[in-house]
């Protein structure tokens, strides 16, 4: 017996060595420089806490919380237009640039929209009208360019996860008979507009392609004038909880998650607490999707995850593009850099599993789009030349391939915290055991800190304006 104890002992402490950490990797971009995301320097682990306290970043391995799902941006289909009207081998090229984790982001999360959405080409349905059967559904026009695109995305990177939203019903379903400007859809079509989503689902999965979240509504609350509906909480709940996840369920879609919501977070917890106040609703409704455009609001996620710890959260749009002012349209800069990857660290640090940026590739001139009524496109992650044949790779591409590059699928956050104002960090531990660290430094002056982790600690030097991600080794 005594053997045996002792034997274990020692596997024990055997076990307690091999999980101390070796070597800190940065990866860095700078601002006014035309290198990115470059590996910088590896500098070794010290088996001590860090003599400084008051430059600490802190790193609390036993803290943990969500897993993560994924970092990317929305292949509308201006955004699958744009690529394919690249050639073959600059198309090939793009895609894997995006989504292939070894030479490129390794995006791992996006978004597509069921029907059209303001970055389409042309106006969709799947049905034609006053089809109540569905007989004459078809997904047609999304082999144009959306499925092209997604399949070729997967053959890269089989872990992506995909969210898909309908902007619109198709118009015959609709209090206004249109897909723009809002209007609402008809209670007796609840049932017909959720067996139309699961039309959707089947076809998709029939050209493998499965889709891992599906949201009731795009922007629920909002009177757009492109394709758009409303549902007041209580509509939106009666449709999703009685009619859309049932008939998900019946159709065998058990791992399809539905989220609620699909908005802006300034009204998060209020409607939540309509959506989510009956037994019914908490057991049914899988998660929570949210919005950036109303502001960074991270107190709303982190109240509503206290009130429903239960519920995943995603943030299923953000663009640095008109809704904030934005001049210089398609083309992003640092401050675009910094300004989405300050949102991305504040939401991962309030339960969000994973971000999603607008449409992922867009043109010169920001788009293509409709019915958007003289509005400005957006910024997009990659801009297509299409005239060239080229592409132009944006300052918003790093923001993003700063996470997705280097946490792996299964990947939890830890528990983090920083010293200043102008460090701000999150931090992942990858299934092989390794820790993921983002670090953004927003000032105008260098900053020397200690990264501590547990009982271990490393000096290192963050550049003013700059975006690290370091990855802790054994």
Not at 32 to 53: E, F, N, P, V, Y
Request: hydrophobic share 35%; aromatic share 10%.
């Amino acid at each position: 017996m005594r053997q045996l104890i002792s034997s274990l002992a020692l596997f024990l402490v055997c076990l307690h060595l091999s999980a101390q950490y070796k070597t800190a990797t940065i990866y860095q971009s700078k601002k006014d420089t035309t290198r990115q995301m470059q590996k910088i320097t590896s500098l070794d682990m010290a088996d001590t806490q860090a003599k400084s306290k008051k430059t600490l970043v802190n790193i609390h391995t036993d803290m943990r919380y969500q897993t993560y799902r994924g970092v990317g941006a929305a292949l509308t289909e201006a955004a699958c237009y744009n690529i394919m009207q690249l050639s073959q081998d600059k198309r090939e090229e793009l895609i894997k640039l995006l989504f292939d984790k070894q030479s490129g982001a390794g995006f791992d999360l996006v978004r597509v929209s069921i029907g059209s959405c303001d970055f389409s080409i042309r106006d969709v349905s799947y049905v034609w009208d006053k089809d109540e059967t569905l007989s004459t559904f078809s997904i047609d026009s999304d082999r144009i360019y959306i499925l092209p695109v997604l399949k070729r995305a997967l053959a890269y990177n089989k872990d992506i996860n995909i969210l898909a939203s309908p902007w619109s019903p198709p118009a015959w379903m609709k209090t206004n008979n249109s897909l723009l400007r809002g209007g609402e859809l008809k209670r007796e079509y609840y049932p017909v507009m959720a067996n139309y989503v699961i039309k959707y689902l089947q076809a998709y999965k029939r050209e493998g392609v499965n889709i891992t979240y599906i949201t009731p509504q795009n922007e629920p609350n909002y009177s757009a004038p492109y394709e758009s509906c409303r549902y007041t909480p209580e509509q939106e709940k009666d449709y999703a909880v009685d009619y859309l996840k049932p008939a998900i369920e019946k159709a065998g879609f058990k791992n399809v998650k539905m989220m609620i919501y699909d908005h802006d977070k300034d009204a998060l917890l209020s409607r939540m607490e309509r959506m989510l106040d009956t037994k019914k609703a908490r057991k049914r409704i899988d998660g929570i999707s949210v919005h950036w455009y109303s502001g960074r609001h991270f107190e709303e996620l982190q109240m509503t995850h206290e009130r429903f710890p239960e519920k995943e959260i995603i943030n299923a749009e953000f663009s640095t593009g008109p809704a904030i002012g934005s001049k210089n349209i398609p083309w992003s800069d640092w401050e675009d850099l910094q300004f989405k990857v300050y949102e991305m660290i504040g939401d991962f640090n309030n339960h969000v599993s994973g971000t999603i940026d607008w449409s992922m590739v867009l043109d010169l001139k920001g788009g293509p789009m409709h019915h958007r009524e003289g509005r400005l496109g957006g910024k997009a992650t990659v801009i297509v030349d299409k005239a060239n044949n080229r592409y132009l790779v944006q300052p918003l591409y790093y923001a993003q391939a700063h996470f997705s590059k280097f946490i792996q699928p299964g990947a939890v956050r830890l528990g983090t915290s920083s010293y200043s104002e102008h460090v701000r960090a999150c931090s992942f531990m990858n299934p092989d055991g390794n820790i993921i660290i983002v670090m953004l430094n927003t000032a105008t002056d260098k900053k020397d800190l200690s990264l501590q982790i547990d009982k271990q600690s490393v000096k290192m030097a963050l550049p003013p304006k700059s975006l690290q991600t370091i990855v802790i080794s054994k």
